[in-house]
C-alpha cells in the first residue's frame, strides 16, 4: 500500500527502514516521505514506531491491565 502519494512510498520501504535502524528522518531524507504535503506523516510515523527495533512497546500493553514496571514487580 502506499502510505505517500506525493513521494510514491510504500508501508513496506518505510517497514523495512525502520526494521533496518533508520530513524525516521533517515527515511525522508532517502525516500522523501512526508516531505511534500506533509499529509502522510502521521500514518507514516506510526508505521516507523511499530517497525522500528529497539523501541519499547509498552504503548502496546493492553488497557485493562495496570501497568507494572519491572522495579515494582
Ligand atoms: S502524501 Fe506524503 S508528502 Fe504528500
Redesign the pocket.
Known amino acids: 500500500m502506499i502510505?505517500?502519494?506525493?513521494?510514491r512510498?510504500s508501508d513496506q520501504t518505510i517497514a523495512r527502514c525502520a526494521r533496518s535502524g533508520m530513524d525516521f528522518d533517515d527515511i525522508q531524507m532517502e525516500h522523501g516521505?512526508?516531505?511534500?504535503?506533509?499529509?502522510?506523516?502521521s500514518c507514516?510515523r506510526a508505521l516507523w514506531s511499530e517497525c522500528a527495533p529497539g523501541l519499547s512497546v509498552a504503548h502496546l500493553q493492553k488497557h485493562d491491565e495496570p501497568f507494572q514496571s519491572a522495579a515494582l514487580a
Open positions: 502510505v505517500c502519494v506525493c513521494r512510498v516521505v512526508a516531505t511534500q504535503c506533509g499529509k502522510c506523516e507514516a
